[in-house]
Every structure is written in structure tokens, then in C-alpha cells.
């Protein structure tokens, strides 16, 4: 009877042993997942959600002292900060079996992944340098996201920080998504160029990507003060889905037009209007099309106000009702002036004037509606 009793406890033994692994290889292969999932791979997807799971489920059914290890304890923290539950891992640090070191991290952590308002602030006080590259490049992302709109700056150093410590990462495919939303796309055009042009090449099967096509057209705002950017921002576009590189060809348009530089306009429609277009698409393309006849060859408005603009994006709208506006300018009888040096001079100076002021004022709530 008692050999039989040890038999039982020994393979009991053995078996746990043999079932149960480390949570920091457990929380390894979710990141190694969630990697793969970044660079586009669906399965990866499905499978890292059901490693959550078994991890959730491991927590519960640890040894009491697992997370005294160091190594156990940063996993958690990772695991916390990459979407995972608490779990059972609340019940073993409230026990006092969590590492001393970690145990602050830790702790927050746990507050952060059951929602606590408050722990996120707290986790700034924390820095991402001390630890190794797995557990600083979360904990700089997660800080990060508590930054952007409040403090820009502070924000933006901590996504390079990220993107440094864990490249080709699902943390590195959302530091960049983060960081190409905040930076400015005319004071910052160099560094904004490439960071996109590496999301483009790495990450433009994330299931995330949908986030980072919807900038380009504020992304198109630099082309026009970096030649440097212009060309790298073409290398992004031709990796765009057709409707997102629509959008952000005819945000150059509008640039473009804003600016009195009617080819470069002109140029960037046609190549809008390349492809398969939808019904929005299309009236979209006709808007630049015919704003530019008004102006560059003082046609007449009648074409562009017939445009049905219902659906259309806000600043369509506003060009429509401000070129239109020119182009009625435009139209009317110039007072005749005594001519100076036999020239036309003066009437072509009255009508670049009158394109520049309504130009600028098109500019001004262009800017107000992209909330610039």
C-alpha cells in the first residue's frame, strides 16, 4: 500500500513537471507570435489569441513561488503590458511570493491590465532602460500611448526607444504607427519619410496597417517642403492600398493647388485617377480636375458646382465653395487701367492677386479642418 501511494505521488510529480512550462517561455512564444502576426501572418493571429488563454490558465495553476525568479516575474510584466489578464498572477503577489525587485513594476502592472485609471501614471516613473530589451521596449510603448497628446515630445522619444530595443517587433510595427501620427509632416519630413518608408516594407500586411494607410494624406503635407521626403513618400505610396494612395495623390493635389504650382496638380490627379475607382473616388478626382480648369485656364465654375459633393471629405467641400468662388471672381469685368510698358501687366497682377488671397484663405480652413 505505501509503495503503491509513492507511486502515485512520484508520477503525479513527474507529470506536472512534464506539463507544466516557465511562463517566460510561454510568454516567449505569445511575442514570437505576436511578430508574426505584425508582418502579416493571420494564423499567428488566431493562435496568439489562444496563447493568452493558456497562459491566463497557467497563472492559475503555478507553483506559489514561481515569480520569485526574476526572469518569471519580468515575463509577467511583459505579459500584463501586452494585453494579458491578471489572472492568477494578482493572487500569488497579493501572497507576497512575487520577486523584491520587480515586485513595484509588477505590481503597477497588475493595476494596469485590471484597468486602473491611475496606473499608467505610475508606470512613468518607471525607466525603460534599466531593464533588458524585451521588458523595456513594452513599458516604453505602453508610456508612450499615456503621452501622445499631452506631451508630444517626451512621447516621440519614448516610440524610438521601442523601435530600438525590439525591431521587427509588433511593438516596433505600433511605435512606428504612433510615432507617424504625431510627428509634424512639415517641420519633421525627414525623419517622418523614414519611418514611413520602413512600415511600408515591413509592415504593410500588419492587421494594424488599415491605421498607418488612413495618414497619408496628412502625410502628403511634407512633399511639398522636402524633395527628399517627395521621393521616399512615393516608395510608400506605391505599396498603398488603391484607395488610400487615391486619397493621399489628392492630397498633394490640394497642396499643390494651394500653392499656385497648377502641373504639379495637375500631375498629381492623373496619377489619382489611375486604376479602378469607386463612385466616390471618381467624384473626387473630377473636384481637383475641374478646380484646376477654373483656375489655370479660367474655365468656367458651372462643371465644378454641379458636382454632387454629398459624402465627399469636408475639405472637398470647402474647395469646391472657395474655388467656385475665384473662378466667379475671376469671371467678372477687370476695370480696364492705362497700361504700363504696353503690357497687360496690370490685369494679370490683379487676377494673381485675387487667386492668392482666396488660395490663402482656402489654406487657412483647410488647416482648421485637418485640425492644424
Request: proline content about 4%.
Amino acid at each position: 500500500m505505501r509503495t503503491g501511494a509513492w507511486l502515485l505521488l512520484f508520477f503525479s510529480i513527474v507529470g506536472a513537471e512534464a506539463h507544466a512550462r516557465p511562463l517566460a517561455e510561454m510568454v516567449r512564444d505569445l511575442n514570437a507570435l505576436q511578430n508574426r502576426m505584425a508582418m502579416g501572418d493571420i494564423a499567428a493571429r488566431d493562435e496568439a489569441a489562444r496563447q493568452f488563454d493558456r497562459i491566463e490558465k497557467a497563472t492559475f495553476a503555478a507553483e506559489p513561488d514561481f515569480l520569485r525568479e526574476e526572469r518569471d516575474a519580468r515575463s509577467a510584466v511583459i505579459y500584463l503590458l501586452c494585453g494579458g489578464g491578471a489572472g492568477g498572477l494578482r493572487a500569488i503577489f497579493e501572497a507576497k511570493r512575487a520577486n523584491e525587485i520587480l515586485a513595484p513594476l509588477l505590481d503597477v502592472s497588475l493595476r494596469y491590465a485590471e484597468g486602473d485609471a491611475g496606473a499608467l501614471q505610475t508606470l512613468l516613473q518607471f525607466d525603460p532602460r534599466r531593464y533588458p530589451a524585451g521588458l523595456g521596449g513594452h513599458l516604453a510603448l505602453v508610456q508612450a500611448g499615456g503621452l501622445i497628446g499631452s506631451d508630444n515630445g517626451r512621447a516621440i522619444a519614448l516610440l524610438d526607444l521601442a523601435r530600438l530595443l525590439l525591431p521587427g517587433s509588433l511593438v516596433e510595427e505600433a511605435a512606428l504607427r504612433r510615432e507617424i501620427s504625431i510627428l509634424d509632416p512639415v517641420r519633421e519630413s525627414d525623419k517622418l519619410g523614414l519611418l514611413a518608408v520602413r512600415y511600408a516594407a515591413i509592415y504593410a500586411s500588419s492587421p494594424f496597417a488599415r491605421q498607418f494607410w488612413g495618414l497619408l494624406p496628412n502625410m502628403a503635407r511634407g512633399a511639398s517642403v522636402s524633395s527628399l521626403f517627395a521621393s521616399r513618400f512615393s516608395l510608400v505610396l506605391d505599396k498603398a492600398p488603391a484607395p488610400d494612395r487615391t486619397a493621399a495623390y489628392l492630397a498633394l493635389a490640394r497642396r499643390a493647388l494651394l500653392a499656385g504650382k497648377f502641373p504639379d496638380a495637375g500631375k498629381a490627379v492623373e496619377t489619382a485617377e489611375r486604376g479602378d475607382l469607386d463612385d466616390r473616388a471618381k467624384r473626387r478626382v473630377e473636384i481637383y480636375r475641374s478646380a484646376l480648369s477654373v483656375l489655370e485656364e479660367k474655365r468656367s465654375v458651372a462643371a465644378l458646382r454641379d458636382i454632387e459633393t454629398k459624402g465627399l471629405p469636408t475639405e472637398d467641400v470647402q474647395l469646391v465653395q472657395l474655388v467656385a468662388s475665384v473662378g466667379e471672381k475671376l469671371a467678372r469685368p477687370i476695370e480696364k487701367k492705362a497700361p504700363v510698358g504696353g503690357s497687360d501687366a496690370g490685369e494679370k497682377s490683379e487676377m494673381a492677386t485675387a487667386i492668392r488671397e482666396a488660395l490663402a484663405r482656402t489654406d487657412e480652413l483647410l488647416k482648421r479642418a485637418d485640425g492644424k
